[in-house]
């Protein structure tokens, strides 16, 4: 079964650069949710998108930014970045979010951001 | 706002045998959804097993079985025979069914199995 696709696996970044993290939820799934998880700690809810427009925003600094796109793809632009930034990106999809039934939410393999 | 606490940082079993990791949680929601996912060293997220609050028979999946007391508020994983391949962080996540619908996470436990 297709999962939730992330690019790139792996990012080395330098203090002060930017960076783009792109997510490819499972097929016909319109909910996108995206996750910093730092080392040995929990995940931390970013922000996520349902049908294209955001729908939840938890702890993102100001410095990201985030989009859904009309094929249902994410990306997280993160700018000026911290050393404190490194962490795994978890972007996790499900199939919708207003009206239905709270489907679960399948995470991709994530991708390893790591700020020097 | 609600909350989920994993108090046993780690523990070990014996492989074949059982095991129990706990995780409470506190909110003042009727409608609720519970989730264990499991973090091997890949560290990909991957679900377990999935609890509706409004439902009283406890969830199961193969070895996996959860013990949901929603009284008390508490909901416990059981693995049974356990594998060395269960070797992983298990995490405990909530999801509201009335508001919003992120994943509110436990602090995780190390799972580590002895063969």
């Known amino acids: 079964a297709a999962g939730v696709i992330q690019s790139p696996r792996h990012l080395i970044k330098e203090k002060r650069e930017t960076a783009t993290l792109k997510c490819y939820p499972i097929p016909r799934h319109d909910t996108v949710y995206w996750y910093q998880q730092g080392p040995g700690q929990d995940p931390q809810f970013l922000i996520s998108f349902y049908e294209k427009m955001q729908s939840d925003k938890g702890s993102i600094p100001d410095r990201f930014s985030a989009q859904q796109f009309s094929d249902y793809h994410s990306e997280l632009n993160m700018s000026s970045l911290e050393l404190g930034d490194s962490a795994l990106y978890f972007c996790?999809?499900?199939?919708?979010?207003?009206?239905?039934?709270?489907?679960?939410?399948?995470f991709g393999p994530g991708t390893r951001l790591t700020v020097t | 706002a609600q909350t989920v606490t994993q108090s046993q940082p780690e523990m070990s079993v014996q492989e074949a045998e059982t095991v129990t990791l706990s995780c409470t949680y506190d909110?003042?929601?009727?409608?609720?959804?519970l989730f264990w996912y499991k973090q091997p060293p890949s560290r990909q997220m991957i679900l377990v097993i999935r609890q509706e609050a409004y439902k009283q028979q406890n969830a199961t999946e193969n070895r996996f079985s959860v013990n949901f007391q929603k009284a008390a508020k508490s909901f416990s994983l059981k693995i049974s025979d356990s594998q060395l391949g269960d070797a992983a962080m298990y995490f405990c996540a909530y999801r509201s069914g009335e508001t919003v619908y992120q994943l509110i996470w436990g602090a995780g436990t190390k799972l580590i199995i002895k063969p």
């Open positions: 996790a999809s499900s199939l919708g979010e207003v009206g239905g039934p709270p489907y679960e939410q399948y």
């Open positions: 909110t003042s929601e009727s409608d609720y959804y």
